[in-house]
């Protein structure tokens, strides 16, 4: 039978807690062990409406079903007071290809298996003592983003920066209501980094908002804004510069991510190997070596993060009819 899941269904099946936490650790693993087969994103850009179609998908070996997700960016959207991200999810089962589940989540199920990769990439290359946490961007992924951390770490302080101050200031009440932790708007994005031990970029920008130079010692960064060739969060310099730098899945981050600009501009060697995200869970001693360490995560969103995130949602669901 398959069942067809709206969004408000999905909410209260799937919420943002820490449960989530080792379904999508669980999925990176299978990535980094070659478990799981992933083709290359698809990726339709509309640029006259400031807008793009995705479709991801991954099989994890072994597993009875796959998803293939169609995550939507209309980046004007706020403006017209509608959210930026939309999409379904449709899962499939893996040995006859019958239609489980169709879940129409408006692009819910992407936005928190999204924050729980920030979270994930925090608890496994942060420090474990913070005070201060940096977000720049002020849409949904920077309030996701922020609780999810919160699943993680402990930080006092929150430093928000957005290019709109009135917006900034609406996201900061909001997140007040929603976490007891103080709130400071930062003026610029140097003083964010100045003050912040943990930084978590969520924007669409097209030029690096971070600086090479304002890098400190004991810092982590995760960018998660830099999901298609044009965008671009980071300094390129930052990749070379910095201890330790974490793809979720290189191959996309040659191509898409925060990596891309440092190989295009000969900072980074194309043929570099580097330790991704999903080792770094098996294997913890590959991460942050010394408290002073300079660590970058780069998350480019991978379909087994959907297909892991679909299959949680339709068990719950499964398990209620």
Known sequence: ??????????????????NLIPIIENAFVSLSEGRATTPPIMRLDIPE?????????????????????????????????????????????????????VL??????????????????????????????????????????????????????????????????????????????NFHQCLNIEELCEKCEIIITTTPSKEPLIKDEWLKKGMHITAMGSDAEHKNELDPRIIKSCNLYVPDKQSQTNVLGELHHAIKKEIVDKNKKFKELGEIIKNPNLGRQT???????????????????????????????
């Open 291 to 321: 408290k002073n360490d300079i660590t970058v995560c780069d998350l480019t969103g991978t379909g087994v993060q959907d297909t892991a995130i679909a299959r949680h949602t339709y068990d719950i669901a499964n398990s209620n009819i």
């Open 49 to 101: 409406f400031h807008g793009e179609a995705d479709v991801k998908t991954a099989y994890i070996k072994g597993l009875d079903s796959f998803a293939i997700k169609i995550a939507l960016g209309f980046f004007n959207n706020p403006s017209i007071g509608l959210p930026s991200s939309n999409g379904l999810m449709i899962l499939f089962d893996s040995k006859t290809g019958a239609l489980k589940a």
């Open 104 to 181: 129409l989540d408006q692009g819910y199920l992407t936005d928190i298996r999204t924050a729980i990769a920030g979270a994930i990439a925090s608890k496994h290359l942060a420090n474990l003592e913070v005070s201060n946490v940096g977000i720049i961007g002020v849409g949904m992924q920077a309030q996701l983003q922020l609780q999810a951390l919160m699943l993680v770490r402990k930080p006092t302080n929150a430093f928000i920066w957005g290019r709109n101050k009135g917006k900034t200031s609406i996201y900061i009440d909001a997140m007040k209501n929603k976490l007891n932790i």
């Open 1 to 18: 039978m398959t069942i067809i899941l709206h969004h408000e269904q999905i909410k209260k099946l799937a919420s943002l807690n820490e």
